[in-house]
């Protein structure tokens, strides 16, 4: 059975720091992705970053770019977010998810970018970002 677990979500003030992780277990092999998507009050939830686990490519959201930055560490199983220079807007509850890139006998390179594209997913994480 697949589990992902996000962690890290806090208070911070504008201009601030947090490191998301999140870390799966029930994988058989590192060939899967890891989507970050979040969610802000009264909003649909929409993609940040996502990462391919085997061949480590990766995707941002336009808006994101140059503030978060996504990476792994395949010996913990863990994917983390770093995300710099916050701002109010970033607040929500963030969440990952993962999805297996190798099916029926057929690689997929990259990661997902779409919600629906994504069959597992972990509770979220909260991130307050005061003003």
């Known amino acids: 059975e697949v589990q992902l677990q996000a962690s890290g979500g806090g208070l911070v003030q504008a201009g601030g720091s947090l490191r998301l992780s999140c870390t799966a277990s029930?994988?058989?092999?590192?060939?899967?992705?890891i989507g970050w998507f979040r969610q802000a009050p009264g909003e649909w939830r929409e993609g940040v970053s996502c990462?391919?686990?085997?061949?480590?490519?990766?995707y941002y959201r336009d808006s994101l770019k140059g503030r978060f930055t996504i990476s792994r560490d395949n010996a913990k199983n863990t994917v983390y977010l770093q995300m710099n220079s916050l701002k109010p807007e970033d607040t929500g509850i963030y969440y990952c998810?993962?999805?297996?890139?190798?099916?029926?006998?057929?690689?997929?390179?990259?990661?997902?970018?779409?919600?629906?594209?994504?069959?597992?997913w972990g509770r979220g994480t909260q991130v307050t970002v005061s003003s």
């Open positions: 990462i391919n686990i085997f061949d480590g490519s990766t």
């Open positions: 998810a993962g999805q297996v890139r190798y099916t029926s006998g057929t690689y997929y390179p990259g990661c997902p970018k779409e919600i629906d594209d994504y069959g597992y």
């Open positions: 029930g994988f058989l092999y590192d060939d899967y992705a």
